[in-house]
């Protein structure tokens, strides 16, 4: 069973609840469910709507619910983080993007860098970019934020306009930059000097040039989403 099936089903048999007249059970589950980073399905506060209202007689209490377990929320996903937090220099790296747009470690000095290095064929890379967009979006106004989208590993000649179909396509809004493949040495120097072993891999670097967070791994738009934002958010201050 997928964590994904899992949690559809345990949304599902909260709400079943309430539908069963049984409220007090209902909103162990609910809260249970919305104890979790990230956004929540409508439906699931519909339902959390739909017991106080069975409760109380109204809603008044609603709001207080949502607040408290979105406290628990923050305390639950910043002690989560904390244990992710590293702190090792960064290697020196530089490179140019298919537009000419130059940036290396010296470059981007007292600014957050998040890097993701990624590949087309790689389906929880190109699964990761709405999550990512969102990303980019929320920081957009913050000049000390910087985005680099690596693509690395290419298996094709044409992997530069595959990956530029790619984003244009979905109408992404990342600077593409490309780390191919040496030709006499076949390593793709900035994989090898971040030591990339799986993809996507993105690694978070503070104002001071420390790596802070190395995450692998596909992440949604919404746990995954949050958590990234929260890393963000954490190393800035």
């Given at each position: 069973?997928?964590?994904?099936?899992?949690?559809?089903?345990h949304?599902?048999?909260?709400?079943?609840?309430?539908?069963?007249?049984?409220?007090?059970?209902?909103?162990q589950?609910i809260?249970?469910?919305l104890?979790?980073?990230?956004?929540?399905k409508?439906?699931v506060?519909?339902?959390?709507?739909?017991?106080?209202?069975?409760?109380?007689?109204?809603?008044?209490?609603?709001?207080k619910f949502?607040?408290?377990?979105a406290?628990?929320?923050g305390?639950?996903?910043?002690?989560?983080?904390?244990?992710?937090?590293?702190?090792?220099p960064?290697?020196?790296?530089?490179?140019?993007s298919?537009?000419?747009k130059?940036?290396?470690?010296?470059?981007?000095?007292?600014?957050?860098?998040i890097?993701?290095?990624w590949?087309?064929?790689?389906?929880?890379?190109?699964g990761?970019f709405?999550?990512?967009?969102?990303?980019v979006?929320?920081?957009?106004?913050?000049?000390?934020?910087v985005?680099?989208?690596?693509h690395t590993s290419e298996?094709?000649?044409?992997?530069?306009?595959v990956?530029?179909?790619?984003l244009l396509?979905?109408?992404?809004?990342f600077?593409?930059?490309?780390?191919?493949?040496d030709p006499?040495r076949?390593?793709n120097?900035?994989?090898e000097?971040?030591?990339i072993?799986?993809l996507p891999?993105?690694i978070?670097?503070?104002?001071?040039?420390?790596?802070r967070?190395?995450?692998t791994?596909?992440i949604d738009?919404?746990?995954?989403?949050?958590?990234?934002k929260?890393?963000?958010?954490?190393i800035?201050?």
């Open positions: 069973m997928t964590p994904h099936f899992q949690k559809n089903l949304d599902l048999y909260a709400i079943a609840l309430v539908k069963a007249g049984d409220p007090k059970v209902a909103i589950e809260k249970l469910e104890q979790k980073p990230g956004d929540k409508e439906d506060k519909s339902a959390a709507r739909e017991i106080f209202e069975k409760i109380y007689g109204n809603d008044q209490y609603y709001n949502i607040d408290s377990v406290e628990v929320n305390r639950i996903l910043i002690e989560k983080i904390n244990k992710k937090m590293i702190s090792t960064s290697p020196d790296f530089s490179i140019t298919v537009k000419g130059g940036v290396s470690l010296q470059s981007l000095k007292g600014k957050t860098i890097i993701d290095f590949a087309t064929w790689c389906q929880p890379c190109v990761s709405p999550a990512m967009q969102k990303l979006n929320y920081v957009s106004k913050d000049t000390s934020v985005f680099i989208f690596i298996r094709n000649s044409d992997a530069t306009e990956a530029e179909k790619l396509m979905k109408h992404y809004t600077d593409l930059y490309m780390d191919l493949k006499v076949k390593e120097p900035l994989g000097t971040f030591e072993e799986y891999t993105k978070i670097i503070d104002k001071n040039g420390n790596i967070f190395r995450e791994g596909y738009e919404y746990e995954g989403y949050e958590e990234t929260t890393m963000i958010e954490m800035m201050k």
